[in-house]
């Protein structure tokens, strides 16, 4: 159990993110941007899963008096379903993404998703109907959208629920691995 291992409560929400601690994948726009959701919802914990240059992205959390709030789990050896588990926000916060995997990932366990608006995000998250997307590098705006989803769980509810139908139903690996064979076959 994620909540207990970390010293989570019931009460707390819990924003994930996956990514390699890298500049490129955003990860010092999604701490700033935490530490205007948890001055409007102190309820929050952001949980951070990958490797790279944490020392780095710890200081700046650190830096901002949010270091309680944000959980570095570092790399991970199997795919964090514990995690994801009791999930209420995804957010990426990248500025390059050719697909937006851990999106798709996240998405068909009916976790609601906020997302930059860059590469192949939108072909993941359909903006307003089975996620947000928010321009890159922009923290206040990524921090609004969060607040909007935390303190709304209709909507996180509704994005959902029709995210996990969408990925499900664009990205099916039944159907890609059918269109493959038919491509390389026919």
């Known amino acids: 159990d994620f909540r207990k291992e970390s010293g989570l409560t019931n009460g707390e929400l819990i924003v994930t993110s996956i990514g390699t601690l890298i500049p490129r994948k955003g990860m010092d726009v999604l701490i700033k941007a935490a530490k205007y959701v948890v001055e409007e919802l102190p309820q929050t914990r952001f949980v951070i899963i990958g490797g790279g240059e944490r020392e780095k992205y710890l200081k700046l959390a650190?830096?901002?008096?949010?270091?309680?709030?944000?959980i570095f789990t570092g790399l991970l050896k199997e795919y964090p379903y514990h995690i994801l588990k009791v999930t209420d926000l995804y957010v990426s916060a990248s500025f390059a993404e050719s697909f937006g995997l851990s999106i798709a990932e996240a998405q068909p366990l009916g976790i609601p998703v906020v997302a930059t608006k860059v590469g192949g995000v939108p072909e993941v998250v359909n903006n307003g109907k089975t996620g947000i997307l928010v321009p890159p590098g922009d923290s206040e705006g990524?921090?609004?959208?969060?607040?909007?989803?935390?303190?709304?769980y209709n909507l996180r509810k509704e994005l959902g629920e029709t995210g996990r139908k969408w990925v499900m139903s664009k990205f099916n690996i039944k159907d890609k691995v059918e269109e493959l064979i038919n491509v390389c076959f026919d």
């Open 142 to 152: 990524l921090a609004r959208e969060i607040i909007r989803l935390l303190r709304d």
């Open 62 to 70: 650190e830096d901002l008096g949010i270091k309680d709030k944000v």
